[in-house]
């Protein structure tokens, strides 16, 4: 295979998929963003962005060669994620990849980096935010990420009283 010789890439295959829980969030995240840069080094530094990025990302300037490359990073995380990862990124609006990869990345590298203790703050911070609207959305969210701490190797399940707390300081009244 011949460097930078059109097609070179063709051999290297497909990442293999994220599936929480059964892969390793860092070592499938550094495979990746290789991958992603072997065929498009603008569409890994858009990954690499987005993971550093706290606040949600909205695509608020009409430049259409960002919105086809956030499109096209959408498109490969549906390739490459399965279960609640996978389900995650069905949720972000308009096929919008930066989105999709913060929160992926977010999600899982506190998972790896603390095990049950990052799962168990996300979910005594999990935010159900302000609209009404979308409160049954958040609520099976949240219960997703409840289970997803449940099932960790590390935690046990958390008590039903504690979950109400949790909602009750949580929701908006």
């Avoid at 080094?41 to 690499?48: D, G, K, T, V």
């Avoid at 987005?50 to 549906?78: N, W």
């Amino acid at each position: 295979m011949e460097i930078g010789r059109e097609g070179a890439t063709d051999k290297l295959g497909k990442a293999e998929a994220f599936t929480p829980f059964k892969t390793a969030f860092g070592e499938w995240e550094f495979n990746f963003l290789q991958f992603l840069g072997t065929h498009s080094p603008a569409l890994r530094q858009m990954a690499e962005d987005a993971k550093r990025r706290g606040d949600v990302i909205i695509p608020i300037t009409p430049d259409p060669e960002r919105l086809v490359l956030s499109q096209r990073l959408y498109t490969v995380l549906a390739q490459l994620t399965k279960g609640a990862a996978l389900k995650l990124a069905r949720r972000i609006p308009d096929a919008n990849g930066e989105e999709a990869c913060r929160r992926i990345c977010q999600r899982w590298a506190e998972m790896d980096a603390a095990g049950g203790v990052g799962l168990a703050r996300q979910v005594m911070k999990f935010d159900f935010g302000t609209d009404m609207a979308k409160m049954e959305h958040k609520f099976e969210d949240f219960l997703t990420l409840v289970q997803e701490y449940e099932q960790h190797p590390a935690t046990n399940p958390i008590d039903d009283d504690w979950l109400k707390a949790i909602v009750v300081e949580s929701v908006p009244e």
